[in-house]
Structures are given as C-alpha cells and as structure tokens.
C-alpha cells in the first residue's frame, strides 16, 4: 500500500510517500523560512503563493526518490487542518486534483495527529494507549491516543503555544525566524540558572500550560537589566527561558503518564527538536520507566511522510473522504 501525504499548513511545502504504514520511501520538504524571515513570522498570504509554485515540483521530486510514478499509489492523503487557511488551501486543491485525474482516494489528513504518528514511521505499531505531547508552532497539548485514531486530550495551553514562545522570545532577542533553533543554539552557551523565570501552572493538578506569563517575565527581566545599565548575556536569558518551559513540559508529562498509568510516550511537533526538551525527556522516562519514542528531527518538524503515515492508518481502516473535503483552520486534536 503506497500513499503520497501532502502538507501545507504553514510555511512548509512538503511531500511524503509511505510504503504500508511504516516505511518512508520518499519526504521532500521545501522550507520556505527564507521568504517569511525578513518579516519576523509567517506571512499567509506569502505562504500560499509559495506553496501554489513548490507544491507540483514537491510531488515530481517525491515520486523520483520514491522511484514510483502517480499510478502506483493507493491514495493520497493531505493536511486538512489545523493551519493557516490559504496555505491550507492550496495543498487541499493540489491533492483533489491529483486524486481526480490519477482517480485514487483522498484522506483527510488532522495535522496534529499526523505529528504523533509519525513515531510510527521510526518505532513501528505504537499500540494504545500511548501518551503524546505534542508541541509545535501553533499548537501545545498533552493527549493519549487511546485506540488507533481515538485521541484523549488531557490538557493544552491556555494561552501561547510552545513554538510561539521560542518564536516570539528570539524575536525579541534579536535572533532571526524561527526562534526555536536559534534559541536553542545559544543556550547551550549559557547558564539555565542565570535568571528564575516562572513556571506557570506547574502544580494546579491539571495538564494545561501558560506560557504568556514567562514571556513577559523575560521582556521585563530585560527591560530592568536595560534600565539599569547591565548588559545582558543573551545565552544566559536563552538558556534559563528554555530551562522555564522545559521543566513545565516535562514535569506535567511525567505526571500526567504515572496518573494514566501508561509506559510509552510521543514526542511530536517541531519543538520536539530542541535539545533540551529531548534530553531532559529522555532521562526522566528513564527514571520513571516510560519508553520514549522522540522520532528524529526530519519527522518531528513539519513534512510530507507523517502525513503519508497518518492517511495510511485511515487507508488501512476502511476510511476515505469525498473530494469535497473541506479545509478547517481550527480542527483540534481530538475532534
Ligand atoms: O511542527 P512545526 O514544524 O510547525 C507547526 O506545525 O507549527 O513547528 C514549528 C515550531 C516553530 O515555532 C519553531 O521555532 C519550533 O517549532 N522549533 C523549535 C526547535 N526547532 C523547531 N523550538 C525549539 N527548539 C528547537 N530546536
Ligand atoms: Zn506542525
């Protein structure tokens, strides 16, 4: 079973082939980070337009590395939601069309499910339940994935997502879009303790994060150095920032999997990529005895295969959509 996944929902335009539910064969990404840095974030409007001229190159190139041609697929499975809705859109348009003239089934793709299993593409069968924290630009919510495709969500954040915060944090350092790595770059440089930025929400008893209280935390950490005449050594606010939202993530999903009682976790989305997350991660699974299944970067930020892998599931379940599908730029996790 062959399925080309498409994935457009924010500044990626990206395209994946996955061979019976667990074997990437081809996953291009087009990153277009280029295009949105010079105005600090992305610009939808840019975003579409990009997509509209990779998207069609994306496929080409994908079929090439998978050295298969259209016909040879099953489906085609594409990011309906969540996202930005002219990016959306276009990937929405694109695999209608090659749905139609290639006449394959299309699968609507949650964006946000396709980031937890594409643990699957690296780890194989992930067999419920499994707990997944899913953190990403737009998006930060704990969920159990109780049965293939049932997901739980157990708490989100009241306010920034995680990637907003690194983003909008790097901004205000200086350091150019997307703040994430860059900020994760620098705080390997610096001191964790330097500075004792909050941790919201880390002992009320639910599963939700705040993050909006850090951020502001730092820009009046740094307005006060300023005002005083000290220089601030950004590697330091880099690393105790990240330090503040790291331990909340961690603590609240080591809790949240001993309340559960389940022994495997997740983690997905593109903040899964920083260093810290990963390592302090790994070592508290291991302490707690929770097997960690951290999918390697290329799967965890934005790309075409856990799209590919997530339609496949449905594929594989019976389940097709009309070419009618339409886009939703709100659609949770667990809807
Ligand atoms: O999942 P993703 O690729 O796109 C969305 O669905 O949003 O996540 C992008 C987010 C951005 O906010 C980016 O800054 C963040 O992931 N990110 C990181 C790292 N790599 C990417 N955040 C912290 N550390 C990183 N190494
Ligand atoms: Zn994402």
Redesign the pocket.
């Known amino acids: 079973m062959l399925v080309l996944g498409i994935e457009t929902?924010?500044d990626e335009t990206a395209v994946g082939i996955v061979e019976d539910r667990f074997t990437v064969r081809a996953n291009v990404v087009a990153s277009q980070v280029d295009l949105h840095a010079p105005y600090g974030g992305v610009v939808p409007e840019v975003a579409a337009r990009a997509h509209l001229e990779l998207l069609q190159p994306m496929i080409d190139r994908a079929l090439v590395e998978a050295g298969c041609n259209l016909s040879d697929m099953d489906a085609v499975a594409v990011t309906t939601g969540p996202g930005l809705a002219g990016a959306l859109l276009v990937g929405v348009a694109g695999a209608k069309a090659l749905a139609l003239a290639a006449d394959l089934p299309l699968l609507a793709v949650n964006?946000l499910r396709a980031?937890v299993e594409a643990a699957q593409l690296e780890f194989g069968e992930l067999e419920p339940p499994v707990l997944a924290l899913v953190v990403?630009?737009?998006h930060s919510s704990l969920v159990v994935m109780e049965a293939d495709g049932v997901f739980r969500e157990l708490g989100a954040t009241i306010d920034d997502a995680a990637?907003?915060a690194?983003?909008k944090i790097a901004r205000f350092l200086g350091l150019t879009y997307?703040?994430?790595?860059e900020?994760?770059r620098l705080a390997r440089d610096g001191d964790p303790a330097a500075f004792a930025f909050p941790r919201a929400l880390l002992h009320d008893g639910t599963y939700n994060f705040s993050l909006s209280g850090l951020k502001t935390a730092v820009v009046r950490e740094l307005r006060r150095l300023e005002a005083a005449g000290i220089e601030p050594v950004l590697a330091d606010v880099a690393a105790s920032f990240q330090e503040a939202i790291v331990d909340v993530q961690v603590t609240k999903t080591l809790r949240a999997a001993a309340d559960e009682s389940i022994g495997k976790l997740v983690l997905a989305?593109?903040?899964a990529?920083?260093?810290r997350l990963r390592g302090w991660m790994a070592d508290a699974c291991e302490e707690a005895g929770v097997r960690l299944l951290a999918p390697s970067i290329p799967l965890c930020?934005?790309n075409g295969a856990m799209v590919a892998a997530s339609g496949s599931n449905r594929l594989a379940a019976g389940a097709t959509d009309e070419l009618g599908a339409a886009v939703d730029p709100a659609l949770r996790l667990a809807s």
């Not at 997307?178 to 790595?181: D, L, N």
């Open positions: 929902s924010c964006h980031h990403s630009g737009g990637g907003e690194f983003d997307p703040g994430g790595p900020i994760d989305g593109g903040v990529a920083n260093s930020t934005d």
